[in-house]
T-cell receptor, first 117, second 111 residues
Framework: DGGITQSPKYLFRKEGQNVTLSCEQN?????MYWYRQDPGQGLRLIYY???????QKGDIAEGYSVSREKKESFPLTVTSAQKNPTAFYLC????????????????FGAGSRLTVL | QKEVEQDPGPLSVPEGAIVSLNCTYS??????FMWYRQYSRKGPELLMY????GNKEDGRFTAQVDKSSKYISLFIRDSQPSDSATYLC???????????FGPGTRLSVLP
């Protein structure tokens, strides 16, 4: 089955540590995204990548870093510079630039919940 | 003004009721409109999408887009307890380069 796999599902981190969240997709989608979700708030874009070896900052990129070395993979590193990293992180993918026969929609993974102790 | 506004609820209805969920937006460049359902501690799943204005129906779900009013709706008929979730509206332009989400409406359908 095609889809997006995020790991780990739950992660605990001590203050001052960097952690990396994995995101792999087998949908052959060009674009990949990382969102952060906090209780009572909408999804906020951290980083996105339209193509391999290229990525752009979203609305809340400070304290995060990404890489896009392969089309299928878009890992997110939460660095110690991120002041409030406890949140639910969602990876998504899409194929932008579709015509009317295709839909510009996002497909999401199951999410990774990060807790800082 | 936020780019997308959505009543956060929570909204509680009895089983069998018709539910109306709504979003308003300000960017006239949006062309694709989506509704996602998110169960607790899960990733959002796509329910329906609509291109430009009009209605789309899928089983008990109907999505409506009124671009002149910048207003979109999701109707759920014969609501079931399994419909209890948070519903997120989302929208983007023709090229899918910028997806903007509403904060979500939490719905509870009581048996």
């Amino acid at each position: 089955d095609g889809g997006i796999t995020q790991s780990p599902k739950y992660l605990f981190r001590k203050e001052g540590q960097n952690v990396t969240l994995s995101c792999e997709q087998n949908l052959n989608h060009d674009a990949m995204y990382w969102y952060r979700q906090d209780p009572g708030q909408g999804l906020r874009l951290i980083y996105y990548s339209q193509i391999v070896n290229d990525f752009q900052k979203g609305d809340i990129a400070e304290g995060y870093s990404v890489s896009r070395e392969k089309k299928e993979s878009f890992p997110l590193t939460v660095t110690s510079a991120q002041k409030n990293p406890t949140a639910f992180y969602l990876c998504a993918s899409s194929t932008p630039g579709r015509d009317l026969s295709g839909a510009n929609v996002l497909t999401f993974g199951a999410g990774s919940r990060l807790t800082v102790l | 003004q936020k780019e997308v506004e959505q009543d956060p609820g929570p909204l509680s209805v009895p089983e069998g009721a018709i539910v109306s969920l709504n979003c308003t937006y300000s960017n006239s460049a949006f062309q694709y409109f989506m509704w996602y359902r998110q169960y607790s501690r899960k990733g959002p799943e796509l329910l329906m999408y609509t291109y430009s204005s009009g209605n789309k129906e899928d089983g008990r779900f109907t999505a409506q887009v009124d671009k002149s009013s910048k207003y979109i709706s999701l109707f759920i008929r014969d609501s079931q307890p399994s419909d209890s979730a948070t519903y997120l509206c989302a929208m983007t332009n023709n090229y899918g380069q910028n997806f903007v989400f509403g904060p979500g409406t939490r719905l509870s359908v009581l048996p």
